[in-house]
């Protein structure tokens, strides 16, 4: 019998795919835990500053009629970067901008900024540190765009620290929706960022979001890999 390099290849992936773990999978057949995954590995993605709109404060910015367009889709399905940016307006009128519209429309407009920011605003009234959607004592903050301002009376947080994990994921790490973990990040500034909140559910995709501040001080960038401790 002869033997080519093609053979052998065909022989061991075959071999692989019966060695292979039975694979938990998501509705497209895709395989989501992965062996970064059962080792508490997940990529990083750095969240700059962005806005979420309610359909009547995009027409408002951008005009009656318009509709979020995508600009680029996100690794979370069915959310995505839109083309539409704005400025926001600090109290002295400072101004902090492009800022990106993430869609798709939700049913409360919320902006997401980092410390950082807050500075560059002049802002006196620094906004909490909130999981997404929970504007307990966020104060408000003026976004202008291209044909109208809207003065928010709320919705003006910092992003807490959170990974997103499909539930089968989450399973695999022994984790379930809003635990809390630590994680570890390697590279030329090694450290361990302290409570991140875990969101689990059948719509998300692993990814570590922190924002730019957090990601600057521990010299991590998007795609990077972080570990996920579940006790110090
Ligand atoms: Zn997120």
Redesign the pocket.
Known sequence: MQWDDSLVDRIVNAVMERLGQPAAQSGSGENLVTPDIRAGRVPV?V?ARHCHLTPEHVEILFGAGTKLSVFKPLL?PGEFASEQQVTLVGPTGKTLGPVRVLGPERKASQVEISLTDCFALGLKRIPPIRP?GDHRDAPGITIVGPAGAVTLQTGLIR?NR?V?LHLSQAEAMGLKDNDTVHVRIEGERPAVLLGVQV?AHKNFRA?L?LDTDDANAVGVKSGDLATLIKSL
């Open positions: 993605g969240s979370q997404s992003a959170h997103h969101r990814q979001h």
